[in-house]
């Protein structure tokens, strides 16, 4: 039995809980936060702790907490043999490198508390300061998902950054989307079987080939129109990115 | 038995050949478009025509072909009784103001030409000269897909612009990431599950309350570290969306 520490009380925490607790041959012996109430998500009571000097020996530490807290997080704590990870896309392995052993368990998923996610489709990026440390998260990460992937700190930061702009940006499209459909009496409904399609889309083809659209057919007069339609923040956006897909196809600016 | 004419070629016409065939209590008797060799989606090649003076009398014709050439083609067609209606997003009703009956049939929805679509998804947008035009056109309309909205040519301008918003431009964000996984060796499969959980979350949440990321947290450490990141068009479009959030959310920029 693996014996696993949860750290922290968030979105990431809560689902890793979830997934952990669910997998074969792993044990949450503690979950660690400073306000306990906080881990009402926690089925066992007597498993939570908010003194990090009452932390036990475990085979794996997984901090997941707000990024700037990390370190000093892990300034605190007094952790020996086990591994210790955190659970960020965009800190530093290093950050945990006053331990003996250390790494990084970063899932690619947006994670919302009272959303049940499919964990074993989580793709897990992985990273550890020796290659027997790697080993061993490779085997708890295959306990809980089907994605398991090698990524070094800097692809992992690359890989944030991609999913700000998959996942933050488009959302805030679709959130833009959504008041603009509002201020002209439409039901934004009416548009998600076009944003579940583009997605579908994306499963079979490249985003590169899958593209449409006035800007990629340089349709100028709908493109002017559109902008006529559009107060000035929305316009920007509009413009910024009609002017991207056209630098990126060839077409004329 | 309603009869059927549709004028075009491109991804919009075939998919509307496709799912009016197989509908019940509607025929297709004619497809017309000038180059007669774009037409082999369609089964029967002795419906296909190319001389618009050859057009059939119908009870329906649905001008599927390019914005721009709608206003000229329908200068050249003679139909005396049928329902003459276009399909397109920002194309005035008025387009067709010539006939005596005419409206709009406008598919919101992203077609490619070997993707299947489930049409009976896709929302159809109504508009017609008459009450009487729009009870027929919701009669067929209803024959081939399940949700059927009355929209008028303001509205439906709208609606095509926001499609822009939550099709065009976040494939674009999905090919910005893909070429920038590229740059870093990561395989853009690795956002495949992210991107699909941002759209399967909207169908619970309204996307203005699924919204996350360092822009929703005023996390400007995170922000500076990708926009030191990314190249020059990048940056910028970076900047706007995140200003955008934090603009909406009402954080401090």
């Known amino acids: 039995m693996i014996k696993v520490v949860i750290i922290g009380a968030g979105n990431v925490a809560s689902h890793l809980y979830r997934s952990f607790s669910e997998a074969q041959g792993l044990e949450i012996i503690q979950v660690f936060n400073r306000n306990i109430d906080h881990l009402n998500f926690v089925h066992d009571s007597e498993i939570c702790i908010s003194d990090p000097s009452k932390l036990k020996e475990a085979h794996l530490y997984l901090i997941a907490i707000k990024d700037e807290a990390i370190t000093a997080l892990a300034q605190e704590l007094n952790i020996k043999t086990g591994l210790v990870t955190h ?5 530093s392995m290093d950050a945990l490198m006053k331990f003996e052993n250390y790494g990084v368990f970063y899932p690619i998923q947006t994670f919302s ?12 990026c992985l990273e550890a300061n020796t290659s027997e440390n790697l080993n061993f998260l ?6 809980v ?36 459909c509002q201020q002209n009496e439409l039901p934004f ?4 079987p076009l944003i579940k ?11 590169y080939s899958a593209q449409t659209g006035p800007a990629m057919r340089n349709d100028q007069e709908t493109i002017n129109a559109h902008l006529a339609m559009l107060d000035e923040d929305k316009q920007k956006i509009y413009k910024i990115l009609t002017e991207s897909i056209q630098k990126l196809y060839g077409k004329k600016l």
Chains 1, 2 share one sequence.
């Open 197 to 207: 399609e583009t997605v579908s889309k994306i499963e079979i083809l490249e985003p």
């Open 189 to 192: 409904g009416i548009l998600r």
């Open 145 to 180: 998902s089907n994605k398991v992937f090698e990524v070094n700190s800097e692809q992992r930061r690359a890989l944030h950054l991609s999913a700000v702009f998959v996942n933050n940006f488009s959302n805030h499209l679709f959130t833009l989307a959504q008041e603009y």
């Open 138 to 143: 490779k085997e708890v990460a295959a306990k």
């Open 113 to 124: 508390k009272n959303m049940p996610v499919d964990f074993s489709e989580v793709p897990l």
């Open 87 to 91: 659970t960020s896309g965009s800190v």
